[in-house]
Every structure is written in structure tokens, then in C-alpha cells.
């Protein structure tokens, strides 16, 4: 019995009073699987009890539910969650985009804290703060060595409250004291919406809240109005993480005109199964379009890319995306507090469900895998073209992903590139408009110069995997009849830091030049800078260019 109790997994152990209220307005036969919950319940209200009453030591009430919560949610997808009260703000800014506070992203290096990023219009802008900017205190307390996170939960608050903070210059060392008036934070569902190549628009979509599609619809509107040229879209939903499945329809419909399925949903509960049509006039259902995907595009970029795809209304370029073809509802509990559950699956115009993982099938060990290619299914767009279920969307035309350089990444995470930016933010009064700025071979020397004394040295992957290589042959006992070899190959592999930045100077180079654009134009000049030298935005550039390449990739038989 005791057994029975310490498997975690297995032990239904949460929501106790309420459920229990429920099994007792049903009668249950022995064989109907409602009985079995009620028992088993009942059995764990009981154990509880007793354990709670005489075991030595006090136990946690709120902690011991938790971790029973979370031995129950093991045994579901990662995206059936407890919402504590606590937590409610995250459930709130998933479908809304707003939260309580400064308007900043914040980065910890070392013992201090310093902003990455300032939100244009917010709190933090308007009080003068700068990326760069290093957090001395907080309301009086020092936050030298505080954790990131303790920061990030002080900076967010309620509209209207106050925060006192001292900042110091990340150049000159001087200290100045703020008062921050939080306020409502409105994260922009559209980052960036312009014109590249001269006739091409892009928009590029963070998340789908509130209101989101009607921004990209406005944004949409503004580009062809005023570029009555224009020779297609790109609508770029890479690394957007989905959201409301509502706000989905509304970004189809766009491109797609008034009653046309573009998602539809099944579950256990029958009467919430629902098929979406686009419920007005698009705003343009002739101009070339290409949507743009990578395996960080989930949910409702998915629904939006699936319905494109399955329509033959535009093309999908990029990378396969995440494969998330469920969808949650939550659900009240008591105490103010939620239940985030899968309660259906997404099917497509097609009809296919694009689940890339498959929970209901778990191995002994409780893992989980993917569909395996023998059991996808195959479906045909309205064309004819065809496609599959079971592995997210696969784009019409495929682009590898691209991939740092090691010395690249090394400079990132140690924040040289940050810092030098900063430091050539408050050396240069302007630069020239993002689209447009470059850093000349001197300024790029200049950087060299910056980085030296500094340690930026790491490991590059062909080393880890000579590394890898060595630890196994001394345990296969074949290291000594290979010894030579590999310290002549360790020495060829050995990798100069002064080479590797020479080596990888272009890609560096890139990155300056978008953390400077981003000091002085946000986050926009940041995306404005980055297109010129976009794979996927440049394949479909081509593409919408050459209405023969874009004709054929929608015919059946080229996907």
C-alpha cells in the first residue's frame, strides 16, 4: 500500500475537496472508470489525512499539493498547466500582451544588472534610461548581486505605482537617482512592418493576442497604400510562439476571403468541437504571399501557415515548424486560481492534424516521441498538392537554418558585442538610418582593439567532439595505438581567437551593426537592419519575384 502511495506519477492528487464534491452527486458503477477516480480519490483524501495527522514533522499543505499536481501533470503534454494565483499576470500577458511595469528587458553579468532593451513610449524611456544603463539600487536596497529574476518580479507592478531607482552610466561611472512610474506595458504584436527590395512588403508578427490580427491588417493596408507597387508580402511568424487560436482566423483572413474553413477543432467534450471560417472581406486576395516559418513557429503561427498552405493561397518558406496541434482551454478553480488544459486537437482545411509528438503514447520509462514518417498521414491541399500530418507544417521551400560561429556566440553571451555597442552609442551623436548603417574596416579594428585582455576563448564543436572521440578510446582501451594521430589532429584543430574573428568578420560585423541600430532606432532599426542579409527573407524575395518559380511551387506535383 505504501508502494502505491510513494508512485507520484500515478497518484491522482490534487483539487481534493472539489472533486470529491462532484463524486458525490454521481452514482458510479464498479466498472466505470468515473468510480475508479472517485475511489482512488477518496483513498488519497484518507491517506492525506492520516499522514498529515500523525506523521513526525510538520508537512507543507500548499507544497506537498504542488508537487502532487505536478506528478499528475507529468502525465499530460507540457502545455496542461496549474495556474497559482500568483501566476495569473503570465496567463493575462499570454492573451493580451500587457503586463504591469518599466517597459525594459534586463541582462545580469556578473554583480551587476544592466538594460538590454527599452521599450519606446514606456516607463523607462521616458524617464531617459538607456540600454547600458547598469541598476545600482532599488527602493533604497542595493541590487549588486541580486538574482535576475528578483529584478525582473521588483521592475513589474501595478499601473501607477512608483519605483526610486539609481542607475550609473556604463561609460562615465555617474550615478543618477529616477523615479519610474510603472504603467501598462502593450507588447507590440507586429514588430515591424516596411517595405525591402523596393516592391516587397514584410510584416513581421511576435505573438498572436488581442487585437493582434487587426494590427497586422492595419499594417498590411498602410504598406499597399502607399507602396501601389507593391509585388507581394512576406508575412514573417518565425519564433512566434502562437496564442489565441481567434486572433489566427482573423490573420488568415487577410489573405483569405469571407467563408472559407481555416481551422477546425475536436476533442472529448462533442458539444465544444468548432470549425473557423474567415468571417469578413480579406484585404487582398491576389498578391503574392509568402509566410515564413521556423521550428520556434507554434500554435497559431502554425494554424495561420497550415491554412495558407492547405488553400494554396501563398507559399511557406523556412524551416518545418514546432508541430503543436493542440489546443488549451482554461478552466476555474478555486482560490483564484486555473486550469490550462488541452482540450482539443486543430485539423486544417486539409483535415490534418500537424501533432508532432505524440503524448498518448508513453513508454515504460514515461517518455515520449515523435510521429514516426511510416504513420503520417498524407492530404491534398485545394490544388491538389500534397502534404502531411504529424510533424508541424513543411514549407513549400525549404532554407537551412543558419547557426552562429562559436567565437560569434562566445561574444554574445560574454556581452562584448553589448558593450561595445554601448560604448560606440556615446561616441557617435548619430549614425546613418538602419536600413542603410555600416561599421567601416577601421570601426571593425577599433572593436578588435576593444576585445583585447579580454577572455572570449571557448571551445569550438570539432574540439568538443575531439574530446568526446579521446574519453571513449581510453575507455575501448584503443587510445595508446591512436595516440600520435590525435595530438597531431588536436594541434591542426587548435584555433588562433584573432584568426577566428578574421575568419568570421562578416558575421561579427552583422551583429555589431545591429545592436548599434538598435541603440539608436529600438528594436525596429534592429529588424531593419537584419533583412539585408536574411536567408528566408531573401529566398522569398526571389520567389515573389519570379511569378514563374512562385506558380509552380502552388502547382500539384512540385511541393
Known amino acids: 500500500m505504501r508502494a502505491f502511495f510513494n508512485n507520484k506519477r500515478k497518484l491522482a492528487a490534487t483539487l481534493i475537496l472539489a472533486v470529491l464534491a462532484i463524486a458525490g452527486i454521481f452514482a458510479f458503477n464498479e466498472s466505470d472508470k468515473y468510480f475508479q477516480i472517485a475511489k482512488n480519490l477518496d483513498i488519497f483524501a484518507a491517506f492525506y489525512r492520516e499522514l498529515n495527522t500523525y506523521y513526525v514533522d510538520d508537512l507543507p499543505p500548499e507544497k506537498v499539493m504542488h508537487k502532487g499536481i505536478d506528478a499528475i501533470l507529468e502525465e499530460t503534454d507540457p502545455f496542461t498547466d496549474f495556474i497559482s494565483e500568483e501566476n495569473l499576470d503570465d496567463l493575462k500577458f499570454m492573451a493580451t500582451g500587457k503586463y504591469g511595469g518599466v517597459g525594459a528587458s534586463i541582462n545580469t553579468n556578473g554583480d551587476w544588472t544592466a538594460i538590454t532593451d527599452v521599450y519606446e513610449g514606456s516607463p523607462m524611456d521616458k524617464a531617459g534610461v538607456k540600454p547600458g544603463d547598469i541598476i545600482v539600487s532599488m527602493d533604497g536596497k542595493s541590487a549588486k548581486n541580486m ?81 501601389p507597387a507593391m509585388k507581394g508580402v512576406i508575412l514573417d511568424l518565425r519564433g512566434n510562439p502562437g496564442g489565441l487560436l481567434d486572433e489566427a482566423v482573423v490573420v488568415a483572413n487577410i489573405f483569405v476571403d469571407k467563408g472559407k474553413q481555416i481551422v477546425s477543432t475536436k476533442g472529448k467534450v462533442k458539444n465544444w468541437d468548432r470549425v473557423y471560417e474567415t468571417t469578413g472581406q480579406a484585404a487582398d486576395t491576389r498578391l503574392p504571399l509568402a509566410v515564413l516559418t521556423n521550428h520556434s513557429s507554434a500554435s497559431a503561427s502554425e494554424i495561420v501557415a497550415g491554412a495558407i498552405q492547405d488553400l494554396d493561397r501563398g507559399l511557406v518558406i523556412g524551416q518545418r515548424s514546432y508541430g503543436k496541434g493542440l489546443v488549451q482551454t482554461t478552466r476555474p478553480l478555486p482560490y483564484n486560481t486555473k486550469l490550462k488544459v488541452t482540450t482539443a486537437k486543430y485539423y486544417t482545411p486539409s483535415g490534418r492534424c500537424i501533432q508532432a509528438i505524440d503524448y498518448s503514447h508513453r513508454g515504460e520509462d514515461g517518455s515520449v516521441d515523435y510521429v514516426p514518417d511510416s504513420l503520417r498521414k498524407t492530404f491534398s491541399t485545394t490544388g491538389g498538392r500534397s502534404v502531411k500530418d504529424g510533424g508541424g507544417i513543411e514549407p513549400d521551400a525549404k532554407v537551412e537554418a543558419t547557426y552562429l560561429s562559436q567565437v560569434a556566440l562566445t561574444l554574445l553571451r560574454k556581452q562584448f558585442i553589448f558593450d561595445y555597442a554601448t560604448n560606440y552609442y556615446y561616441s557617435h551623436p548619430k549614425i546613418a538610418p538602419a536600413a542603410t548603417f555600416e561599421l567601416t574596416d577601421e570601426e571593425f579594428a577599433d572593436f578588435e582593439k576593444f576585445l583585447d585582455n579580454k577572455d572570449y576563448s571557448y571551445k569550438t564543436r570539432s574540439e568538443d567532439a575531439l574530446e568526446t572521440f579521446k574519453s571513449t578510446a581510453k575507455k575501448e582501451k584503443y587510445y595508446d595505438a591512436v595516440a600520435k594521430e590525435l595530438e597531431t589532429l588536436e594541434q591542426k584543430m587548435k584555433h588562433d581567437k584573432k584568426q577566428d574573428l578574421l575568419k568570421n568578420k562578416q558575421e561579427i560585423k552583422r551583429l555589431l551593426e545591429e545592436e548599434i541600430a538598435n541603440r539608436y532606432y529600438s528594436q525596429e532599426g534592429r529588424i531593419a537592419k537584419s533583412l539585408a542579409w536574411d536567408n528566408e527573407v531573401n529566398q522569398a524575395i526571389t520567389l515573389l519575384h519570379d511569378p514563374a518559380a512562385y506558380k509552380k511551387l502552388l502547382t500539384a506535383g512540385n511541393l
Open 147 to 227: 538574482a535576475q529574476e528578483d529584478i525582473s518580479k521588483q521592475l513589474k507592478g501595478a499601473p501607477g505605482t512608483t519605483l526610486d531607482m539609481v542607475f550609473r552610466n556604463p561609460v562615465n561611472g555617474k550615478e543618477t537617482s529616477k523615479k519610474i512610474i510603472r504603467d501598462e506595458i502593450n507588447v507590440k504584436a507586429v514588430s515591424y512592418a516596411g517595405i525591402v527590395k523596393n516592391d516587397i512588403g514584410y510584416i513581421r508578427m511576435t505573438q498572436f493576442t488581442e487585437n493582434s490580427g487587426a494590427l497586422v491588417r492595419k499594417a498590411f493596408e498602410k504598406l499597399k497604400q502607399s507602396n
